[in-house]
């Protein structure tokens, strides 16, 4: 079974990773990949102190580019896309559960999927509708479907925020790909000047062992000047065109 897929553009967009925080490092890193380490915490400096301390790195990371990306425009739906989110907090609220400890209320709120969307939300009094989703290997697709979905019905313009990082030590071994921080933020709009198109088939055999986790496939396509990618996950073959 195949669909003609869905088709947008990217009107700006945004990047942020320990050790590349700017347009001309994310193109150098297209150029030729390199493992991304954990490091510095994103500044986010858009955001109140008092709410950017309850964010942990991976929120961070999210909200830079959310802030970034969309500036001071308003009403704007939003999608939030995070194929891990924050399992380092929900295990730590795990093991504090184990030894018999009081959980804290601000680390449990902020463990939960749309945290980053809802503290965003809250830091700009915006009341535009948020979107947090999950989809295993292909989360940036679902998004991107998401994302379209909203454009379709008649939202001018929707902001993506994809954001991943490594496991923690707990889930280490159920790795598929190497998990790497990093977070972009796509402000998407109708099909007008060089648009991409999403499109997708079934795909039965099983899927490839990959280097990098989808996040950062993608982000490097869109960095880059290739006109197709192809990925292969959650049983089906995700294609990705880029049209002059």
């Known amino acids: 079974m195949r669909t003609q897929g869905v088709s947008f553009s990217i009107a700006r967009h945004a990047a942020w990773a320990p050790g590349l925080d700017t347009p001309e490092a994310w193109r150098e890193w297209a150029r030729a990949p390199f493992p991304i380490v954990a490091g510095a915490e994103a500044g986010v400096r858009g955001m109140a102190p008092m709410l950017r301390r309850r964010a942990g790195a991976l929120g961070k990371m999210a909200l830079e580019v959310a802030y970034e990306c969309l500036e001071e425009r308003r009403d704007v739906p939003t999608v ?12 730590d609220l795990l093991g504090a559960l184990a030894r018999g400890e009081l959980l804290s209320p601000t680390a449990f709120g902020m463990a939960v999927h749309n945290a980053s969307a809802g503290l965003f939300s809250i830091a700009r009094a915006d009341r535009a509708n948020h979107v947090a989703l999950a989809g295993g290997a292909s989360t940036i697709e679902h998004a991107v479907i998401e994302a379209c ?6 939202a ?5 925020v994809a954001c991943d990082t490594a496991l923690p030590a707990p889930f280490g ?4 790909c190497a998990e790497q921080p990093h977070a972009w933020a796509w ?8 648009p991409f198109t999403l499109s997708w088939s079934a795909d039965a055999a ?3 062992a990959r280097q990098q986790p989808g996040g950062l496939e993608v982000l490097r396509f869109q960095l880059g000047g290739a006109a197709e990618l192809e990925r292969r996950a959650s049983g089906r073959r995700w294609r990705w065109s880029r049209h002059a």
Do not use: K
């Open 149 to 154: 979905g909203l454009l379709a019905d008649g």
């Open 80 to 91: 939030f896309c995070s194929r891990h989110g924050e399992v380092a907090r929900a295990v």
């Open 187 to 194: 402000l998407m709009v109708p099909a007008g000047a060089a």
């Open 206 to 208: 099983p899927a490839p």
């Open 173 to 176: 071994a159920f790795e598929d």
């Open 156 to 160: 001018p313009m929707v902001l993506l």
